[in-house]
């Protein structure tokens, strides 16, 4: 009973170690090394947008009031992916 409380504690302050605006490096993947702002938290997949990062294009077919083409538009990344750079110590 009391290892499951303990589980469900360390999967709440996971989510909220980043926040939207917040200035992360990207630890993985294409754009590993880089930096930039926190767009988006999606908290129930442990995933952020980073803003202009992670991009992947996309088709988008031409509709009302918008022109069709291809986009690139930021993917989200896994929280464990990214890691919030200290203003203090950068």
Aim: hydrophobic share 40%.
């Amino acid at each position: 009973e009391a290892g499951m409380g303990w589980k469900a504690a360390e999967k709440l302050i996971r989510h909220w170690k980043i926040l939207r605006g917040d200035n992360v490096m990207i630890i993985r993947g294409k754009d590993k090394g880089e930096s930039g702002l926190i767009k988006r938290v999606i908290r129930s997949q442990n995933r952020v947008i980073v803003e202009g990062k992670n991009l992947v294009k996309k088709h988008i077919k031409q509709g009302e009031g918008q022109t069709g083409g291809i986009f690139s538009i930021e993917a989200p990344l896994h929280v464990s992916n990214v890691q919030v750079i200290d203003p203090v110590t950068g």
